[in-house]
């Protein structure tokens, strides 16, 4: 039997509250009883006083000890849950107020390796809602769910797109709600194009290179040819590793990945269209968890720890994200002023 969460998940059992409480008394009982026949009971003196102090010191400690014995034989917890959320970045992004928080994939990872170390964590959730971002990360925190030894499961809230169904692709199963925008399989590079405003202010640019290709992207000059040929060639190699991976994850064909198009589709088309594997709420996704670990289920959530400071800082921004931020963040290309991003 499970409690349920604000949003009708079960976030725990009555055996992972009930069964170490029972156990915690009992110890803590059988301190008290112990404690009371050697320094009471057995004791006929003016020391009995002395001796009820002493029980109560006992039980304390045995208290504290059958809560220890307590947690070491049930679990409280046997899903973890990570959540990327925002804009996917190295790094966590702060920003301005009003601007997407951005998820930290090597924070994203670190919970997820935290998870897969504890004993506990039977399988894993992941929930997705992110518009995508930066091209390494991302694929950073893919490899980290394929890596988890158990059942991964990705869910999509609101956006799963670009970098953050590249995520999903790496886990066993994709739930999306129906609502849901899933997909944006493509790679977008893009450069400032400044030349004619450097002009008009009189300005200039003048490089000192080593290498043919090395200022290619460069906002301030203008793309030759070969250039805009060689960073198109970029663009490709990033979207063909992109659908090479989606194809090998979900067991499809590279060109019926191809056939997106980079679209972002409704969580109903999504699954038509075989970029998602069931449609329902989170606590239909923890049913089915259910059924396939064959117990009931408790999800802890995984999140790095945050300063009192930084937690007000995520709560301000979370509460001004909005999906007009774009359905991708942007990325730095190897090249000066180009900007890669899925």
């Not at 003196?45 to 809560?67: N, P, R």
């Not at 089915?288 to 999800?299: I, K, Q, S």
């Amino acid at each position: 039997m499970s409690s349920q969460s604000s949003d009708g998940g079960p976030v725990g059992t009555v055996e992972g509250t009930v069964v170490p409480l029972v156990v915690t008394a009992l110890v803590g009982l059988v301190g008290v009883v112990a404690a009371w026949y050697v320094f009471v009971r057995s004791t006929d003196s003016l020391v009995d006083l002395f001796g009820l102090l002493v029980v109560a010191g006992v039980a304390l400690l045995a208290l504290w000890v059958g809560s220890r014995i307590a947690g070491s034989l049930v679990s409280p917890y046997n899903v973890a849950e990570v959540a990327v959320e925002g804009p996917i970045a190295r790094e966590r992004a702060g920003g301005v107020p009003g601007s997407p928080t951005g998820a930290g994939a090597d924070d994203v990872v670190e919970q997820i390796e935290l998870a897969d170390a504890d004993p506990a964590a039977e399988a894993l959730l992941v929930k997705l809602n992110t518009p995508g971002g930066e091209i390494v990360p991302s694929e950073d925190i893919r490899i980290a769910a394929e890596r988890f030894d158990g059942p991964t499961v990705a869910y999509a809230t609101d956006v799963c797109a670009s970098g953050g169904y590249d995520i999903a692709s790496g886990c066993d199963e994709i739930w999306a709600r129906e609502g849901s925008l899933v997909g944006s399989i493509g790679v977008i590079g893009s450069r400032v194009n400044a030349n004619d405003l450097a002009e008009r202010l009189g300005l200039s640019y003048e490089g000192f290179t080593a290498g043919e290709y090395k200022d290619a992207g460069t906002p301030l000059k203008e793309l030759r040819p070969d250039e805009r040929a060689y960073l198109q060639g970029l663009v490709d190699d990033y979207y063909e590793q992109f659908v090479e991976t989606v194809a090998e994850g979900r067991d499809m064909e590279p060109a019926t990945v191809e056939e997106t198009e980079a679209r972002v589709f409704l969580g109903s088309e999504a699954r038509e269209r075989g970029l998602v594997d069931e449609l329902g709420t989170r606590r239909a996704v923890t049913d089915a968890l259910e059924d396939r670990l064959g117990e009931p289920v408790a999800v802890r959530e995984f999140e790095p720890a945050h300063s009192l400071r930084e937690r007000v800082s995520l709560g301000a921004q979370r509460a001004t994200y909005a999906f007009g931020a774009g359905l991708a963040s942007a990325v730095d290309g190897d090249a000066d002023g180009l900007r890669f991003r899925r």
